[in-house]
């Protein structure tokens, strides 16, 4: 008999608040992230520049230090801090916090991009700028992608299995299903999954304006003037859990991961493909039973980019046919960034408290109707849904594609 998959608690933290619910106070309501910044990579790099970002306050360090003491600030880097944030936020709402299970019978499984790159270019600028011989002795802990699950484990005395995912975007995707996974094989009955990131830095930032990924101004998934993404930091976390232990102790299961499809193009490392982001998002659409739903709330990709809007609105027509424009689309990149790692996880927070108030939050900054991008999409002002099932997008360059199903 298959395990069912329940969720139990619910973390967050970007640019959009420091909780979980101020992440979807602040997107039910139609406020962005999103601001011009300045980065400055220090006296051995070129000018700085200016732009557009949705970048975490650094007020939540204050309040890890308050719990776990300052030598966890000085061990981690800032994507293993928020992710420790968010994760500490969805075990105190599950209740999990030095209760039992968190031992052996817990998982951890965390989605990041690419880790430590703020430690990453402290080092070089340390070794390569100031041709010190020496860099900090924690810098290999810091930059290594693994950290944030390590970090994680050892503040909550978690035993089971722990690793991380790094598939670009789908990162966090994949982290909730195989924490998912682990549960239904019966190797955990508990797992804290989602993903964080902190890659908005001057010499990441250069990288992306390199391959002209980033918007001028701001994200506007879908809208024809889209013309690229903004890179973001923050975290999210979920507590997913075995649905008899989780009822067994008294929980409030928030929702029920459902099932999901992955896919990889084998196509092009930053161009998206028909073919595989539908199957991705057909599996998942049969592994919910979703197919004949009246109403499904689609939170989308949404990068605001012109390929991937244009790619995910296709494959939405591909899978859906006929019915594709009864299902209200959101984009919630167009609040808080593109998280990359994390963003999957972060959709997916927000997805299931929309689901629970019956509420889809607007697209942000949409300025003119896409004919190639012809989708239910929510605009304006929150709208009233009746939909209790979610799907959530996280279509990865390198062709890497997962699309999860929910329920709430």
Known sequence: MTRRIAITGLGAISSLGPTAQANWDAAREGRSGIAPHRFD?????????????????????????????????????????LALCAAAEALEQAGLVDHAALSHRTA??????????????????RYF???????????????MVSGAVSGVAMQFG?????????????SSAHAIVQGAGLIQTGLADV????????????????????????????????????????????????????????????AEILGEFLGAGMSSDAFHITQPSLEGTSAALRQAVAAG???????????????????????????????????????PVIATKSAHGHLIGGSAAL???????????????????????????????????????????????AFAFGGLNVSMAFAA
């Open 158 to 170: 978690v035993h089971g299995p722990v690793f991380a995912t790094s598939s670009a975007c789908a």
């Open 129 to 143: 700028g100031m041709k010190s011989p020496r860099v900090h002795p924690a810098s290999v802990p810091k930059i």
């Open 108 to 125: 951890i499984v965390l989605g990041h991009g690419q880790g430590g790159q703020e430690s990453l270019e402290k080092a070089y600028e």
């Open 191 to 250: 797992a804290i999954v989602g993903g964080s990131e902190a890659i908005a830095t001057p010499g990441a930032m250069a990288g992306w304006v390199a391959i002209q990924a980033l918007a001028n101004e701001t994200c506007r998934p879908f809208s024809k003037d889209r013309d690229g993404m903004v890179m973001a930091d923050g975290a999210a976390v979920l507590i997913l859990e075995d649905m008899d232990h989780a009822r067994a102790r008294g």
């Open 41 to 81: 990579g220090g006296q051995y790099a070129p000018e700085p520049v200016t732009l557009p970002a949705a970048l975490t306050a650094d007020g939540f360090q204050a309040a890890l230090e308050a719990r776990h003491g300052r030598k966890v600030s000085a061990s981690l880097d800032r994507f293993a801090l």
């Open 289 to 327: 039973g979703l197919a004949d739903a009246e109403e499904v709330l689609i939170s989308a990709h949404g990068t605001g980019t012109p390929l991937n809007d244009k790619n995910e609105a296709a494959s939405i027509h591909a899978v859906f046919g006929d019915a594709a424009k009864r299902h």
């Open 347 to 393: 959709q997916t927070v927000i997805a299931l408290q929309a689901l629970k108030a019956g509420l889809a939050p607007p697209v942000l900054n949409f300025n003119e109707p896409d004919p190639e991008c012809d989708l239910d999409l929510v605009l304006g002002q929150v709208r009233p849904i009746k939909a209790r099932h979610a799907l959530v997008n």
